[in-house]
């Protein structure tokens, strides 16, 4: 006699709740009736918290660059708060008239804008700030990633792919059910994005797609060998990376060897991150009292901010910092659990896991805990595009957590 597939051993939040053999899935054609609340009260106190404080290190980490190199200390927290509340009047928006329909259905379209920005990058059009490594388009007005589009657009669309066709996914069968649907196509769409970011040497946004299309393949009931094999993949395509592109080949050797390296040259950012993280102490040398951002972290209001919040707060600070993302976390995962529907209950954790992935690695890095690679800190570090789109993702969450089954802490 043939077995119909545990679903519940394979589900989290929603789906552990409702898509068991007794209890169908709620699909959108019979939620109509669904009944919109107020915004998870928790979840947006933790994110005005963490906004808040990284306005207070934007400005307290850049000023001396700002003065230095565009002759007022205000320039960076000005740009800062005016994206901010730009991002805050949008997402405003979206939380008082998005319903969890509306992201299901705009997913789709999503992923197609982010793959035309990701080629337009490759054209005239793109720019490379800099960097070496052509990531932007330059509108002006606003230096647009969209590497960071395309982390959204990804979860959007396994969100619902995996929704859709979740009976498949969770078929025996190989070809026509668990592979196709729960491998071969997730797999590709995640390709479509990676590929094109692969392209702009932008590997750190690469790892941080493949580990969210992963968990979402996961989440959404990719069988586990499947899930393992695609990590093995991974895993040997990010050796070939650092094998065939030198100056991955060389951040990895700084990170080995970082006793042997140029302390002048390619150590120089790592080596003064973890004197700025040393020198805070417990307490740390108190609010705009860093040292090491008089020129020795390299654009301290970017990826290494973390080190001067440590050296003016210390460890205490540190922890405070951490300690808001882990809230940040639990009640995203909360929101998640009691998303009226899959798809909602997917995009929550996904964008969840998006933040608290980052952070990992952000501090990862400047702890030299892995190679320097250029990851962002949510809310903290500069950049528009970055800050705006993270607001906007909180506003996905808060927008679903209206019609939220459950509010209690």
Request: with cysteine; net charge positive.
């Amino acid at each position: 006699m043939n077995q119909q597939p545990n679903t519940a051993k394979r589900s989290f939040g929603f789906a552990k709740r409702n898509l068991n053999n007794n209890e169908p899935q709620p699909t959108y054609e019979n939620q109509t009736g669904l009944i919109k609340g107020s915004v998870d009260v928790p979840f947006l106190l933790i994110t005005a918290a963490l906004v808040l404080f990284g306005c207070v290190m934007i400005y307290s980490a850049s000023f001396v660059f700002a003065q230095k190199h565009h002759d007022t200390s205000t320039y960076f927290i000005v740009r800062h708060v005016i994206f901010l509340m730009m991002a805050v009047v949008f997402t405003a928006v979206v939380v008082r008239y998005c319903t969890p329909r509306f992201w299901h259905d705009f997913s789709y379209i999503f992923y197609g804008i982010s793959i035309v920005l990701l080629l337009l990058v490759l054209t005239p059009l793109g720019t490379d700030l800099n960097s070496g490594a052509r990531r932007w388009i330059d509108l002006k007005i606003i230096t647009l990633q969209p590497s960071e589009l395309a982390k959204l657009a990804l979860v959007l669309t396994l969100a619902r792919f995996m929704t859709t066709h979740q009976e498949k996914v969770l078929s025996p069968h190989k070809f026509g059910g668990d592979f196709k649907y729960g491998v071969l196509y997730p797999g590709l769409m995640i390709l479509g994005v990676g590929g094109l970011v692969a392209l702009e040497k932008h590997i750190s946004a690469l790892a941080i797609i493949g580990m969210l299309g992963i968990s979402l393949m996961f989440l959404g009931g990719t069988r586990i060998k499947w899930i393992a094999s695609l990590g093995g993949i991974i895993a040997v395509a990010a050796c070939m990376l650092i094998i065939f592109f030198p100056y991955a080949f060389a951040r990895v050797d700084t990170w080995l060897n970082i006793e042997e390296a140029d302390p002048l040259g390619s150590a120089w950012q790592t080596l003064q991150g973890l004197m700025a993280i040393g020198s805070g102490g417990l307490f740390g040398k108190g609010l705009g009292n860093s040292q090491q951002k008089y020129g020795f972290v390299s654009q301290p209001q970017n990826d290494f901010i973390f080190t001067i919040i440590c050296e003016e707060f210390g460890f205490i600070g540190a922890v405070l910092v951490i300690g808001l993302f882990v809230a940040f976390v639990w009640r995203g995962f909360h929101i998640a659990r009691h998303a009226p529907d899959k798809c909602s209950s997917l995009i929550v954790y996904g964008l969840t896991f998006k933040v608290a992935l980052q952070v990992i690695l952000n501090i990862a890095v400047v702890t030299n805990s892995m190679p320097n690679t250029g990851i962002s800190l949510p809310f903290f570090s500069y950049g528009g595009t970055s800050l705006m789109l993270q607001i906007f993702e909180v506003g996905i969450i808060l927008s679903i957590s209206r019609y939220a089954s459950h509010k209690k802490i």
